[in-house]
């Protein structure tokens, strides 16, 4: 979208629309602050916005799912007025010799990057479902993929007008796998899950609530296997294992956990440091090992990825940008 009269006020781009992104957004323009937000989508609320699923530990919201939180941020960033390019990405940053920052933004409708001169940029653009990489390199994972019969996260499994089928086999051994399990188990569906590891890594808790569904037969764990190869079984999935057997499931749902989106062209020029995993390290401002560039959100919390932190990280980062700025 085009940009509205310029204000007196720093531009402060942020990259991301998630509730993190959203969250640092209404504190800086509290502030006084230029927060613009840019969103690849088309619309705001980044992973939230896909998740079906009840959240009920973000305070004084319970009951909504996910998504209908994601919604409530997002109307209240167009209440404020914070500005929103949707369909945008960034295409470079780079520093220029006054500390400051440029941060060429492209879009999707093919309009020429347009260059943000900016003291800071915020990087909230979170985390994906992971296995994106197995679904490739498992034999016809991608085709059946494709035709709506495997599943990369737990977001199908929760919708309300997921067709479960009578059996869902689930890929995974973690706190999604347990717990989407279950909740197909009290939908009336079959769940079976197929885990590497032979002893599960989800929750205790999780594991002890999927025992009364494996008591009445509604849930199988199958430890110590994995996938090597799908074939399409009539309307369904035949899941070759590596031990030589097979079943038969109306659905595949993979939950690999999740992986940051710190593999985009645009950051390799700041090389900002990682832990291990990939994760943006920031320090106790959400400032990140380049001066000015912060990460808020899932994007730079491995260890409790979530809404309430995500907001609270949006904030923590916000309060440091205006305090700098404001000190000039």
Known sequence: MARPTMSKAPDVPIIGGGPAGMSCALWLANYGLNPIIVERAPAL????????????WLLGRPGETARQNAEAFALHIREVGVECWVGAHPQRVHRQADGRFVIDVAYADGRPPQPVPCPAVVVATGTQFGGADWLDATANARALAERGRV????GWAGEPTAEVGSHVAVIGGGDNAFDVARMLGERGAKATIIMRSK????????????GQHQERGTATVMAGRTVVALEAAGSGVRLGLSDGSAIEADHVVVLFGYRPNTDQPWLSELTLA????????????????????FAVGDIANPVHPCIATAVAGGTMAAREIQRR???R
């Open 151 to 154: 599943h990369l996260g737990p």
């Open 274 to 293: 990682k832990d291990p995993n990939g994760y943006l390290s920031v320090d106790g401002n959400m400032e990140t090992s380049c001066r000015g560039i």
């Open 199 to 210: 002893s599960p890594r989800a929750q205790p808790l999780l594991v002890e609530r999927l």
């Open 325 to 327: 700025l404001a000190s």
């Open 45 to 56: 609320g980044g992973m939230a916005a896909a998740s079906p699923y009840p959240d009920d």
